[in-house]
C-alpha cells in the first residue's frame, strides 16, 4: 500500500467557464417549471388578457412536443342566484418555459351545467 507522500496529487476539478455569453452575463442551468406553476401561470395570464375572474384549472397535459394544454374555468358573466353564472372554459397552451402560446375558449355554459357533457345539446360541443 503506497504512503500518503507516495500517492499522486489529485487534480482539481476544472470550473465550467461561466462568462462565455456574448453579454458577459453568466449562464444558468434552465429549471424546468413544475405543473403547478404553469396552472397558476395559465389562471394569471388567461384573466389579464380576458379580463374575466379564474374559477379553477380542470385539467393540465404535457404534449410530446414539450407544450403545455391547460383548461382554465372563467367567470364570464356573474348573476343571482350563483348556479345561473355563466362560466367558459378555456384551453391555453403553454411552452416549455410556461410562455403563452395560444388560447381559446372551448365552451360556454351555465355554472349549474358545470359536470354535465354538452355533447349532442344545441349549442354545445
Known amino acids: 500500500m503506497p504512503s500518503v507522500a507516495e500517492e499522486k496529487p489529485r487534480r482539481k476539478r ?41 374559477e379553477g384549472v380542470t385539467s393540465l397535459e404535457r404534449a410530446d412536443d414539450g407544450t403545455w394544454k391547460v383548461t382554465v374555468e372563467l367567470l364570464e358573466l356573474s348573476r343571482v342566484p350563483e348556479t345561473d353564472d ?31 357533457e354538452q355533447q349532442g345539446v344545441p349549442g354545445g360541443k
Open 14 to 54: 476544472r470550473e465550467p467557464d461561466r462568462a462565455d455569453t456574448s453579454d458577459g452575463k453568466q449562464r444558468r442551468a434552465k429549471r424546468r417549471s413544475s405543473g403547478a406553476e404553469l396552472a397558476r401561470r395559465a389562471r394569471r395570464e388567461l384573466s389579464e388578457i380576458t379580463g374575466l375572474e379564474a
Open 86 to 116: 355563466m362560466l367558459g372554459s378555456y384551453e391555453a397552451e403553454l411552452d416549455e418555459d410556461g410562455e403563452l402560446l395560444r388560447y381559446k375558449r372551448l365552451r360556454r355554459y351555465p355554472r349549474s351545467q358545470a359536470g354535465v
